[in-house]
């Protein structure tokens, strides 16, 4: 095994690999920017080197200054964590190129799946359900009316170069298909000087489920089960649970199955997620991220597995130590990312921690680089805490979660999105599980009108 | 009771060197008489956490290439040039070439101070103003982190 | 029991070369004759934790009498008559009699101020000096916990 | 369900019952003494009640003070936690005969095992295994010699006015006994002015194994495994584990099944721990605990089942929600009981905590009202903290029990037992679950010898 292991990231996700390491006797380099130097991570690490000023591009981003601290203190891999480095292909073939392991995937399928379009066509190929639609341009109302009706209304027309949703169209029938083309063309020409669209099937109430998938180098490939992580603002995910409340154990075993034949297949050997969308019983592939994800906990909860420590054994050339009958799902977990941010406007509020009390006990789990006196830097991603909570089922995970947002002190110069989450946690479609994608932005709407509308009248 | 003598002066100097060697205590046991003394160390609010308790708690910058203090003193300097990159620092530009530069030389803005050598690239480190060149902190050959203090000129 | 001797004035030495010093401790030993001092550092900016963030978070007493900051002051009187007991406070002997003091009341030492209730029994609460009752804190028929501020003679 | 329950207690039990009420949904009022005002079970709880001064005897053990305070603030119930008055059968008679109900066994189960002589009679009756012995007092040297030949060597001569150590001989074999005898009563007549002598069977390497139990007001009992607490010192327990590294499925079936029997005979209907010395295979019965035990936790770790909960519940005189073959073993669980002490002398410690960090991530718990700034006050039992750790196994559990304890920073005028609990999880011995009742005490005289030594050289 890895005798020291370069943590490539920072934040909690950095703390999360170096306590895998530890617990695999495994020594620990910390990287860090100088906005970093009093961090957790760089404090508990067997080692750290400081690479380089606060911005990303200069540190964290800073392949030569990465490579070049492993080489100096004597790393036998590196960890990218996820963010930063950790889906560059060019970085994960220069760490070979090095000397170095990479934990992660192959850098071919890392490069495969970072392309929208090889990934669609490569899942396509692997058998993974994707959005039906156009094999390409349609070519006039004809063709658009073939189409919708081979796929089945509502259709989405898009705009081949498009973008940020100009020239995007929904026809919810026959009759609302010609207008749809035309305004779709119109805003496409204008917007990308290019009046080329294709159509999708369009799902107007999907939630997003995600497929957690972990290969060796033998070509084992295990799936530990979906992580529902439909609530999201601004196509930030928020909370996240597992197991959905929206699958039952025969759809969970038969999209695991497709997700285990196709990664098979694919030759994929490390952690990896495949996400879905998910409406109507069916699942349509929307992308796969070839790293470890923020939410992953919710998945160790319920499993009681290690992901980073199985992460980097197999990147070891370890086989895996279980198979897809060992797998047990127990109970219920959902994960809330807390944020340094304004409770209004969203905007990242870093600042100093001067009390800090993180909630504890029965099945409660914190992953956080937090400490009393640690200024959170304005310099990297608002994220500085993920609450995992685990229960016998959902109810009593519900209660145990209410119990320690309530609990959680995160006191200082900064805010936290702390009050957003108990809020959430409260709203009857969430206890319900009855939500989708689309949800959270509706929720955060009323609660941002509603907290602004009261701090008016407190300050009138 | 007889009046226990104490050597007042010997505290002060005692101090002193508490003070200036920036021990935390001292204790001196002689003949019978046995004086320690002690100063606490700065727990100041919340600089560097003391992060008494575990074993692996402490960081250790994984490459130091000079004794903390002296690099603390030098990195405060007005003068002081700190390295702009990780790698390893040259005083030569060859192993058995003389160095750059050595204490007390005058130096001109530009000139080459060592090298740094990270990915197989020598980097030059220029001076960054004209001056003397008051105190050398890198060690040939060491590993330096972004940051570090490297060469102090007046 | 025999008057433990010590010598005062070197205390008052060794204080002074410890706060002249900034040493936090000193200690001498001599012929027999042991003598430590020390200073406890100002650790400062660790005020009480203001718990705020979740809204179960502020301890709330179950049973306040009155508003805080008048029952604050009180408490810092040091006339003031505090509870000795959890139980519910009352300003006279029986529902519809005068109450057993008012503000300005000249009361005796022992003479009862109010009754607390606690598991059925009545316990009067006598006045611990002679004076004048300068403020009433509790309310008749109220809760008070263990030392919350009940009368204020002066 | 109860709406609102006193918790007659402080620390981190207090904590701990104030998290599994939230979570029920039942409002919290904590007591408390002046000392313990800013203590976190008093900040968290709904409401509080000052209830007297530092003295326990005039606050915590303040029976008046404990039922106004429960009258006043509307409470329907009192958890009296552990230590204190929670095995006070005098009180629980109190509790209830002024309405409240007691969240605990009846208090005449209470005052029967409160008594040791009532105990073993009723343990022996309900067919649970004691130290076989005399049936009451050795008569004269002859007598002794039959009851030794019975029960078999070595044997225990005990006073029967004993305490302390005093009067007790062991036999090793027929030579020993009449030195034994003819010394033990010597002794005995000495300290008690009583020469009288009973016997029992001598246990030289026994390990301390208790049986979580727990009932319902409806007879039904079930039990949760055992917990291996042999790692005492001065019969203090410093480290808990579950399941025992001694025992198999099937002789944690058998004496399970022996105490469920017993208990549903006597009718008991708590929670409840039936303690044994272990021994060759063999169980023999030391005392019953009528209340939540300080190592609660590790039972919860490995079957998912909140103790307190469940406690609180069937108070309530609800059934229990789970049979015998519900309950289902999953990992390993070890507890470490951090205490302010000095790490040679043992001698409290308390003091003010100027820097805090909990260890977290997966499998972590920590059970502690410290917090940064807080002062632990000297007037109470030293234990600050139980860091509790899961693993899939027992290896895993042990390596992340490292890195947690390496991970935790208690900083400050204070001291703790971290660093032995460090030294001892890597002691061999300990590692290879190899261990009885006898062996911390010898490591931690060594430990202390050591650390005495180290002290000194570097002070020379």
Same mark, same amino acid.
């Given at each position: 095994m890895f005798e020291k292991i370069l943590i490539a990231n920072r934040g909690e996700i950095a703390l999360r690999i170096h306590r895998a390491c530890k617990e695999m006797g495994i020594k620990t380099v910390a990287v860090h920017s100088t906005a970093d130097a009093d961090a957790m991570h760089v404090r508990l690490a067997d080692e750290a080197v400081c690479i380089g000023p606060p911005a990303s591009k200069e540190s964290y981003l800073n392949i030569p200054a990465l490579l070049t601290a492993a080489a100096l203190s004597g790393c036998n891999a590196i960890h990218p964590g996820l963010g930063f480095l950790s889906e560059n292909a060019k970085f994960a073939e220069m760490v070979v190129e090095h000397g170095f392991t990479w934990i992660g995937p192959k850098p071919e399928h890392i490069h495969m799946m970072g392309d929208k379009i090889i990934a669609k066509q490569t899942a396509l190929s692997l058998g993974i359900p994707c959005v039906p639609g156009s094999d390409g341009e349609i070519r006039d109302e004809d063709h658009a009316r %073939?189409?919708? %009706?081979?796929?089945?209304? +509502?259709?989405?027309l898009k705009a081949t170069a498009g973008g940020g949703g100009k020239g995007m169209k929904v026809a919810r029938n026959a009759d %609302?298909? !010609?207008?749809a083309l035309e305004l779709g063309r119109a805003e496409a020409k204008n917007a990308f000087n290019n009046a080329s669209m294709y159509m999708e099937k369009y799902l107007d109430h999907p939630r997003h489920i995600e497929i957690q998938i972990l290969g060796d180098k033998q070509g084992h490939v295990v799936h530990l089960g979906e992580r529902d992580c439909s609530l999201q603002r601004r196509h930030q995910k928020v909370i996240e649970e597992a197991p959905s409340p929206a699958l039952n154990a025969e759809a969970r075993a038969k999209i695991g199955a497709i997700a285990v034949k196709a990664m098979q297949k694919l030759g994929y050997e490390s952690l990896g997620t495949i996400e879905f969308l998910y409406q109507d019983g069916e699942f349509y592939f929307i992308e796969m991220n070839t790293r470890v994800q923020v939410e992953h906990p919710v998945t160790e909860m319920i499993t009681g597995i290690d992901l980073v420590r199985e992460?980097? !054994?197999v990147a070891d050339g370890a086989p895996l130590s279980f198979t897809q009958k060992d797998i047990e799902f127990t109970g219920h977990s959902i994960e809330c990312r807390i944020n340094a941010e304004d409770p209004i406007s969203f905007a990242p509020r870093p600042g100093k921690v001067t009390d800090y009390h993180a909630p504890g006990g029965l099945g409660v789990r914190v992953d956080s680089a937090l400490y009393s006196g640690y200024k959170v830097p304005p310099n990297y991603d608002s994220m500085i805490s993920k609450l995992i909570v685990h229960g016998k089922n959902r109810n009593e995970c519900l209660l145990r979660l209410r119990r320690a947002l309530d609990e959680y002190v995160i006191a200082g110069t900064l805010s936290t999105n702390i +009050?957003?989450?108990q809020k959430l946690i409260a709203a009857q479609d969430f206890i319900d599980g009855n939500y989708n994608i689309h949800w959270l932005e509706k929720f955060v709407a009323a609660y941002v009108e509603q907290l602004a509308k009261s701090e008016a009248e407190a300050a009138a | 009771m007889p009046a226990t003598k104490f050597d007042e002066e010997l505290i002060h100097r005692l101090a002193k060197v508490l003070q200036d060697t920036g021990l935390s205590e001292i204790e001196i046991e002689n003949e019978g008489t046995r004086v320690r003394v002690a100063r606490q160390m700065q727990i100041s609010a919340m600089a560097p956490m003391p992060m008494v308790g575990g074993p692996a708690v402490m @960081?250790? @910058?994984?490459?130091? &290439? &000079?004794p903390a203090t002296a690099v603390a003193n030098a990195a405060d300097h007005p003068g002081c040039v700190k390295s702009p990159m990780v790698g390893t620092a040259y005083a030569a530009a060859e192993p058995g070439k003389p160095p750059f530069i050595k204490v007390g030389d005058k130096v001109n803005k530009g000139q080459t101070l060592l090298i740094i050598e990270a990915m197989k690239v020598m980097n030059p480190i220029p001076a960054p103003n004209a001056g003397t060149v008051k105190e050398i902190v890198f060690k040939d050959a060491a590993a330096v982190e972004f940051g570090e203090p490297l060469v102090v000129i007046e």
């Open positions: %073939e189409v919708a %009706e081979q796929i089945g209304y +509502p259709v989405l %609302e298909l !010609r207008q992460q980097i !054994r +009050p957003l989450h | @960081p250790q @910058p994984a490459n130091t &290439a &000079a």
